[in-house]
Every structure is written in structure tokens, then in C-alpha cells.
């Protein structure tokens, strides 16, 4: 159901579930076994003649699509099981999309109410998936007044039904520290497959929430990975003004509350017109439909790829499926109309790297 900000969900009450209401939680029984462990691949192809070695974690075969899946599975399950939720617990989150859609998933495995605040620049596709995961989607069409930004009128919105929705949880994906917590896992499962022999890891950010997750786990094994922290041109997460960004699913308006200092090597802010170019590149040369972060991701090393040591191993964490942007990264029109006519980014011409 799509609802606009005069819908009064305090009205809603969930049917009760206490039939069907796990009293232990079996991590290999159902779609949550699926959650993690996804696969590592060679990119062979989408920086020709490279002098390292480059990977692909892809996060995108996560059951719900996306690494999101781990953080939203991490924090309802730990709900469960402190008690913080119950069978009638009514689950409130904001999110752009993929975290969005991760919840949903798992609200449904759990039969649980789950509304999602989103706003206008949400996908159609993220809109379909999350009603069809059974979500309730609350929609903010305008932003915060003061700010300009949509997300601080989501996160108003999410604190004003907490207030009228009985029984009401909130995961808070900018603040929970099991975000950061589901991914020392992510970060594992790369480290194991290299054995510990991982020089760079690239990861977008977004909650901060991989980028901290991962850290944590290089930090706490002393190991040698550096973190290259990918961010969109116009987010304010490492400093600079904030500016209108196309793109979703990377970089903040707001400064996330599980951001802290010195958690990357280094970062690279990246446009939407490389985002765009970076996943068009990888679609033509290496057959992967991925996400707008992951097009970003791709075109940090692009930017630095010259001062990466030769030998070296690098990981990109390929954070969710191309297939929520079909409407706008793989839409030659819609591509045409925000950017102009581009395509030779991506068919033969070398990227401007100081985009």
C-alpha cells in the first residue's frame, strides 16, 4: 500500500501471530539461510592490462538483492531474540531502497507489519518490490524545510510514527551498530577466501555502516587491507557542500551517526555521470548488471588505479542488482535527458578521471 503523510497508521493494528512465532531462530531453515556467503569473481575484463589482481564480492546475489540484506537480517533477529520484538511489533525504517527491501524480506519471513518512509526520488521498481515483500510504503514528498534534503524529512516522519504506532520498532540503519557488526562477516568471508592476503578493499558508503563493518574486522586482525571509502560528489559524509544527487543508494545528506574518522585509507567522491559510466563499462565488457554504487566503486579505481602497487589484490563489494535502475542508468533516454548524449563514455573513449 502506498500512503502519503496524511495516513494515520496508528490506526493499523497487526493481526496476531503468536501461532507462527519463531521461539528459536534456525539460521539454515528458509530464505534467511541464504543471507551472506556470497561469491568472490576474477573482473578480467573491465580495466584491460591491469598489473593487479581486481575482485567482485557480489553482494547482489544476497537473497533480497543487496548486502542489505545482512545488516536488516542482523537487526531483526536481534530484536527477536532480546525481546524488543514481538509478534505484534510494528517495524518503521527509512530508506532510499535496498535497506528497505532487505527489511521487507525479513518482515515477511517473520510475518511482521512493516512500513518503509521513502521519498520522491525512490525507483518504481523499489516501490513494487517492497509492496510486494507486503511492506506498507508511508511516501514524503517534500523535504526538510530547513535543509533542503529529503532525508532528514524521512527520518522526521519515521520519529513521528514511533510516537502514534503502538508497539512500534525502529532499526535505525544510521545508528545501529549491529550494521556495522553484520559485516565484520563480510569482511571475513573476503579475507578467507585470500587467505588474509587482501591489499585493497573498495567499498561505497551510504549508513556507513560497511565501511565501519569492516574496518572494525581489518583493525581487530591487524590486517594489511587498506579501505578506500567510495562517495558520491555532493554528499557531505567526508566534508563538502551538499548538491542535488540523481543517483541513489550512495552518500548522505546527513552525516551518519556510525560515521567516524579515519576508518578509510583514503576516499573518492564520484559523480553521477561516472556512476552511470562505470556500470554501463561493466554490463558491456565483463556481463554484469550491477547497481549505481557499484558503477561508482568501478570508477574509483579507474582514479587510482595508477598508484596501486603491481601484484596487488583488490575486492570491490558490489553492493546490489542493476536491475532497480533500469529506468534510469540503463535507460538510454532518461541517460540522454539528464546528461546528454554520452554513450561514447562507454563504448571507446577513455572517462574524464577528474570526474
Known sequence: ML???????????????????????????????????????????????????????????????????????????????????????????????????????????????????????ATSQNLRLLEAYG??????TEPDPQTGEFLQARLDRVRSLLRSVKDSFWPNQYANTLNPQAHHQTMKEIVEAFDEQVDYLFCATSTCGTMRGCAEYIRAHNLKTKLVAVDAEGSIIFGGPSAKRLIPGHGAAVVPELYQPGLAFEYVHVSDLACIVGCRRLIKREAILAGGSTGAVVMAVDRIKESIPAGATCVLIFADRGERYIDTIYSDPWVKQNFGQVSHLWDEGEFNRGR
Not at 24 to 32: A, D, K, Q
Open 135 to 140: 511492506a506498507d510504503v508511508d511516501l514524503v
Open 3 to 121: 500512503a502519503d503523510l496524511e495516513k494515520d497508521w496508528s490506526v493499523i493494528s497487526p493481526d496476531s501471530l503468536s501461532e507462527s512465532w519463531p521461539d528459536t531462530i534456525t539460521e539454515n531453515e528458509g530464505i534467511i539461510s541464504a543471507v551472506g556467503n556470497t561469491p568472490l569473481i576474477r573482473l578480467n575484463r573491465v580495466f584491460p592490462n591491469l598489473n593487479f589482481r581486481l575482485y567482485a564480492k557480489l553482494e547482489a546475489l544476497n537473497p533480497g538483492g543487496s548486502m542489505k540484506d545482512r545488516a536488516a537480517l542482523s537487526i531483526i533477529r536481534h530484536g527477536i531474540e532480546t525481546g524488543q520484538i514481538g509478534p505484534n511489533s510494528v517495524i518503521i525504517e527509512s530508506s532510499s531502497g535496498n535497506m528497505g527491501i532487505g527489511l521487507a524480506q525479513a518482515c515477511a519471513y517473520f510475518k511482521l507489519r512493516f512500513i518503509c518512509v521513502v521519498d520522491t526520488k
